[in-house]
């Protein structure tokens, strides 16, 4: 079935640091892929989507690249800042788009 | 304004009681979802629900039983309620034919003693 594996976390970094979160899937289709962001009490937030193979989404200074081939959607952020620490989740839609599936979440926690 | 309201924010229940979690939606969605989130899982589906119909279940319980009285409603009953049972649960919703971008209300976390 569709799966969707991500870094473990917590991933604590200094603000001004580069940020990579792996996510890597497993589907036997080509389904738009799904970045969220969750801040604490809050409900899951759409960050950004990527609709195709080989396309790159990007939002608030984050960005990923949807990689067919790697079957990998890493998020990256060249420069993350004290108000980025939040949980991320990759995602993807079933085939019969009724349903996400999350990874399990990467904790950021950025110190100034 | 939220867009998706979720009532109660917090709920404490007791073993064997019976609660059920509000959901109602201002985006003019018409699919509506449960998912649930416990410190043992992640983001986890439960239902979802289009023009006002089950389409997908993913809950093995029936002590789990959404309810739609309105097409911007979908509420979550939840009986005889366990321990295991506590967790937040998030209501999302959807545009048919954009089903794939779901958007999450803020939750309602729940805790039985």
């Known amino acids: 079935g569709d799966s969707v594996t991500q870094t473990e976390g917590p991933v604590t970094l200094s603000e001004g640091t580069s940020l990579t979160v792996n996510c890597s899937y497993e589907t036997k289709q080509y389904p738009t892929l799904f970045w969220y962001v969750q801040y604490p009490g809050e409900g899951p937030q759409l960050l950004f989507k990527?609709?195709?193979?080989?396309e790159k989404g990007s939002s608030r200074g984050f960005e990923a690249t949807y990689n067919k081939e790697a079957t990998s959607f890493h998020l990256q952020k060249a420069s993350v800042q004290e108000s980025d620490s939040a949980v991320y989740y990759c995602?993807?839609?079933?085939?019969?788009?009724?349903?996400?599936?999350f990874g399990q979440g990467t904790i950021l926690k950025v110190y100034l | 304004d939220p867009k998706i309201i979720q009532k109660p924010k917090y709920l404490v229940a007791v073993t064997g009681s019976e609660k059920i979690l509000i959901c109602e939606q201002y985006?003019?969605?018409?699919?509506m979802y449960w998912y649930r989130q416990s410190a043992k899982k992640p983001l986890e589906f439960m239902f979802s629900y289009s023009y006002q119909k089950l389409m997908d279940n993913q809950t093995a319980s029936s002590r789990f039983q959404p309810q739609s009285s309105k097409k911007n409603h979908l509420d979550l009953q939840i009986t005889a309620l366990k321990p295991d049972d506590s967790a937040t649960y998030f209501c999302?919703?959807?545009?048919?034919?954009?089903?794939?971008?779901?958007?999450f209300g803020p939750g309602t976390r729940l805790l039985v003693l």
């Open positions: 985006l003019g969605h018409n699919a």
């Open positions: 995602a993807l839609p079933t085939s019969s788009g009724q349903k996400l599936v």
């Open positions: 990527v609709p195709k193979a080989n």
């Open positions: 999302a919703s959807s545009q048919v034919g954009n089903q794939d971008t779901q958007y």
